[in-house]
RNA sequence: GGCGGCGUGGCCAAGUGGUAAGGCAAAGGUCUGCAAAACCUUCACUCACCGGUUCAAAUCCGGUCGCCGCCUCCA
């Protein structure tokens, strides 16, 4: 089976044929960078992060284009408010952003552009609609005419009737219609401006995309991406003023994520129910914090939340404890005869490529992906003690196969474990030291059969958090 | 008001016509002097509710209820 990718504009899930064989075209809306980001921005990239990668993954060469949004009333009020040039604002959170993406094992685009960069091609787009009659000056301003756009609406699948009956639009007398939306913004007095044949001023939110996409892959792409949020109007402009440019189709696949959100309520900056990503990532792994975002599929709404993020630590720590059994007999010496654990677990293996490729093939499921690596996983546990090294291994290279696409369950297992515990060691208010003493206090105990003292050690390191293991080898110990 | 989506076990979550994956949690067991990890067993005759279509429906159709999103900046 070929991919299949569910496509907003249909409104159903269809087979990916990119416009040009072999290669796929895929631009992302980036953030606009006034603020720090939350993990509603990190699950939006972290998806399509992993959909560049499985595409890579199929064969495809595909070229990823990701802007950062640098010009931008948000951008400008916070600036004025902290009385520093608007660059100041941008180029500090756009570092963060850079920051954010990379804890999160996001791999670059192949371009990352940003729209005061395309000034002029911004301006040629605009000129370009003014001389096809979809777009007027108005004072400083030049507004898209949305009446002149016949197909305005489609990817939203409303209609302009409705949409003004509903109306919290506010009234502008400049505007002939009030959903026209700005391609071009006079600059009030202080305002960071640009020359332009209407003046000085600034782009308006939504022509950057379609000038920024257009330039680095031409009229008509494959994929274009974003949150849910973003289909109106963000998305519905950009497609009225590439289509009204050009003629042409500007997008074939629209792909829209969803959104995450807090006691079933969605995250953002008006609500004022964000985490962002930093704050999340004191308390939380960011492989845990990956793997989370993965574990549900891409358009459904996902639920943060302290709970719902330890499960997910809990099922990737089963995940690594099972790799680092790999990797223990993979070192030891120890051979053993097959047995019938070792061929159900070669069964699986052998299943595994083409489980997975079934699962993303269909629109992207993460969450059956990784269902089927813990089943996987009871079946290496299974097998551990009989299976012959090339079986593990061979187990492995397929994990590590599928890793690599969704960017999870990559680490090495002992480090991972390693990780895991050094952050949990952090709540713990016994030092290491005096573990090590109490371990040879209760070794000595259990020596001379004095269970008792033995478990008294156990139980006193236990209210501390302290998990006492006992092996052949000594005894070791965790943080629970 | 318009448009769109969702409702699967205690929790998370796949499944869109063929008789309910997987994870977390819980209970019992095996192993262990005791623990931990792991393994085994149990845990939805049922998929919000009510009708309908069908040999067959969680999956399709109609209705009801509940929740959410977009319609204003938003991943």
């Known amino acids: 089976m070929a991919l299949r990718v569910y496509n907003t504009l249909s409104g159903s899930k269809e087979p990916f044929v990119p416009l040009t064989p072999g290669k796929a075209r895929m631009y992302v809306c980036g953030v606009t960078v006034y603020d720090f980001c939350h993990i509603g921005h990190a699950r939006a990239y972290v998806v399509f992060d992993m959909i560049y990668r499985y595409l890579q993954a199929t064969g495809l060469e595909v070229e990823y284009v990701r802007n950062y949004t640098d010009i931008d009333d948000k951008i400008i009020n916070r600036a004025n408010r902290e009385g520093v040039p608007y660059q100041e604002i941008s180029e500090k959170f756009i570092a963060e952003f850079d920051r954010d993406m990379e804890s999160l094992s996001i791999q670059l685009p192949t371009v990352q552009p940003k729209a005061t960069e395309h000034i002029p091609e911004i301006i040629a787009l605009i000129e370009r609609l003014i001389e096809k009659g979809y777009a007027y000056q108005a004072g400083s301003d030049v507004n898209f005419s949305v009446e002149k756009f016949s197909t305005y609406l489609k990817l939203s699948k409303r209609n302009l009737e409705d949409m003004q009956a509903g109306a919290r639009v506010e009234v502008d007398d ?20 640009w020359e332009s044949p209407w003046g000085q001023g600034r782009p308006g939110w939504h022509i950057e995309c379609s000038a920024m996409s257009m330039k ?30 050009t003629g042409k189709p500007f997008v074939k696949y629209w792909i829209h994520n969803g959104f995450v959100n807090i006691n079933a309520e969605k995250m953002s900056k008006s609500l004022g129910n964000f985490f962002t990503i930093k704050q999340v990532l004191e308390h939380c792994d960011a492989e845990v914090l990956r793997f989370f975002l993965l574990s549900s599929h891409y358009r459904s709404p996902l639920d943060f939340s302290d709970q719902n993020l330890k499960e997910s630590q809990a099922g990737l720590e089963r995940i690594y404890n099972s790799l680092a059994g790999i990797d223990e007999r993979l070192l030891g010496s120890a051979t053993a005869a097959a047995g019938e654990e070792a061929a159900e677990l070669e069964e699986k293996v052998a299943a595994l490529p083409g489980r997975f490729r ?44 599928i890793a690599g696409i969704l960017g999870v369950m990559d680490s090495v297992p002992a480090e991972f474990l390693g990780r895991l515990m050094q952050r949990k060691s952090e709540g713990v208010e016994i030092a290491p030291e005096e573990i090590e003493k109490l371990i040879e206090e209760r070794a000595e105990a259990r020596k001379a059969k004095n269970y008792k003292r033995g478990d008294e050690i156990r139980d006193y390191l236990a209210e501390r958090n302290i998990i006492l293991l006992d092996s052949a080898q000594g005894t070791s110990w965790k943080i629970k």
């Open 174 to 193: 400049r505007k002939r219609n009030p959903m026209d939306f700005a391609l071009w913004k006079g600059a009030k007095p202080g305002e960071p401006y």
């Open 216 to 245: 680095y892959f031409g009229e008509s792409f494959d994929i274009h991406g974003g949150g849910k949020d973003l289909i109106f109007p963000h998305h519905e402009n950009e497609i009225a003023q590439a289509e009204a440019a």
């Open 358 to 401: 079934e699962a993303m093939d269909d629109d992207f499921n993460t969450a059956l992906a990784l269902g089927h690596i813990f089943e996987l996983v009871r079946s290496i546990n299974k097998a551990l003690p009989s299976a012959p090294a090339e079986l593990l291994l061979k187990t492995k290279q397929e994990v590590a196969a």
